[in-house]
């Protein structure tokens, strides 16, 4: 029998070696079957825990019901016979000790530790609730009271960006990224100038001066603020947002030329005239991809074309889009120009390069580069800083593990139909993705 109740107890993985099992019985509780195990303990309880008397008395027994994990597919619970004695000296009346379940607390340790284990993943709490058969407020409850969360120290490369939050008073939510062990350091409820400022104010000045990398986008306020605080730092322009400038002028060009052949074709009552735009409209639109990809990555691969009805190839697409108009195929041969210049330099070159690139483009006929040549004028220093080679990894420093967190957040965001609080938000996103955890109770932290 000894035997038995000792497999019972590992099943159920019962930490308490004091605990012995009484029976094992079914019940069915609203339509749900449960496998209902009766427990005691062993443990004789001496002292008074007020007055540390000995003189105490056996008072009653009482039944407390705990939810416990599933076992082999069915649901557990716990029946434990739970003693109360009374101190004869002091007239408290107290329990029994015991190792197995906390003070009003209807679940056992082990719940709790399967809880905060399924937390880790991207899952909403209701799911983890429905899971366990408890509230999802409960699940929420024991998440935020066993689970605490500080800021990590700033390390020498770090990226800040932002994401839609939809949570309190503000739209997006600001992350800052620590890009050498990719770990969130923090996550700010907004954005604006006085909330980072606020948070950065609260940071020691000698941790803040170990930081010597900042990697962000083009958003002045960015600029403004990091340059005022981290004085030691060198700003690192995101190569993707800046090369984005000047690939969205050329493809708002193509666009402007598809819709202008789009008007014709409405007005055009030629047949063949009709044919010829058509085909010049279908591939504007239809092999945009193409169109927008770096010459030095194409492959001139075939394909069916089903508005010819025959096998064309990429280069026979590109040939055909750029002859449609003189400044299309100049601002194409511009935008190539740059992404090899970005491409093959390094930081010894990048400035005279990209001068000489800023200098042909202002010769050119082509004048919708200009407000992204602005940008990039004015952002100058900062995009030459980001073909800085790290140290520690031998690569260029961008934001695209940053880019990549704000995508994990948004999806722990979606699977719970966003947050109300941004706390909670806040604490689920470091609690998925930092790799060591600081938990407030013990009997989580042994375990």
Not at 151 to 161: N, S, Y
Not at 353 to 370: A, F
Not at 403 to 429: H, P, Q, W
Request: glycine share 2%; net charge positive.
């Amino acid at each position: 029998m000894f035997a038995q109740e000792d497999y019972i107890i590992k099943i159920l993985k019962l930490q308490d070696c004091h605990l012995r099992i009484i029976k094992v019985e079914s019940e069915k509780i609203n339509q749900i079957s449960f496998t209902v195990v009766h427990a005691t303990n062993t443990l004789p309880t001496e002292k008074c825990p007020v007055c540390k008397s000995n003189n105490i008395a056996r008072k009653d027994c009482r039944i407390r019901v705990i939810n416990h994990a599933t076992v082999v597919g069915f649901n557990c619970l716990i029946k434990y016979h739970l003693l109360r004695y009374y101190c004869k000296d002091c007239s408290k009346i107290f329990n029994e000790n015991n190792n197995f379940i906390s003070p009003r607390i209807q679940h056992s340790n082990i719940v709790i530790q399967n809880i905060l284990k399924d937390c880790k993943e991207i899952c909403s709490f209701r799911s983890i609730a429905k899971r366990y058969h408890l509230s999802t407020t409960t699940v929420i409850k024991i998440f935020t009271e066993n689970v605490k969360f500080g800021r990590l120290p700033l390390t020498e490369v770090i990226g800040v960006d932002e994401f839609k939050g939809t949570v309190g008073f503000s739209k997006y939510c600001f992350i800052i990224k620590d890009l050498l062990n990719s770990e969130i350091i923090e996550i700010l409820s907004s954005r604006k100038q006085e909330i980072i400022e606020g948070f950065l104010k609260s940071i020691p000045k000698n941790e803040r001066e170990t930081v010597k990398f900042i990697v962000m986008d083009l958003w002045k306020p960015y600029r403004t603020i990091f340059r005022f605080w981290f004085s030691n730092a060198k700003l690192i322009a995101d190569r993707f947002h800046y090369v984005r400038l000047i690939t969205d002028r050329f493809n708002r060009m193509r666009i402007k030329l598809m819709n202008q052949i789009k008007s014709k074709l409405d007005i055009e009552n030629n047949y063949e005239l009709r044919q010829k735009l058509d085909i010049d409209y279908y591939f504007l639109k239809k092999y945009w991809k193409i169109i927008l990809e770096y010459d030095g990555e194409q492959k001139n691969t075939e394909f069916y074309c089903p508005k010819l009805k025959r096998r064309i190839r990429k280069f026979d697409v590109l040939d055909h889009v750029l002859n449609l108009d003189n400044q299309l195929g100049e601002a194409y041969y511009l935008k190539n120009k740059f992404l090899t210049v970005i491409n093959a330099s390094t930081l010894e070159n990048i400035e005279k390069n990209l001068l000489e690139w800023i200098k042909e483009v202002n010769s050119s006929m082509v004048r919708d580069y200009d407000v992204a040549i602005e940008t990039i004028l004015y952002w100058k220093q900062e995009i030459i800083n980001s073909f800085i080679i790290n140290p520690k990894t031998g690569n260029t420093m961008t934001n695209a593990s940053t880019e990549g967190t704000n995508n994990f957040c948004k999806v722990v965001k979606r699977v719970s139909y966003g947050y109300r609080d941004f706390n909670l938000m806040r604490a689920r996103i470091l609690y998925c993705n930092r790799k060591n955890i600081v938990f407030k109770s013990q009997s989580i932290k042994d375990n």
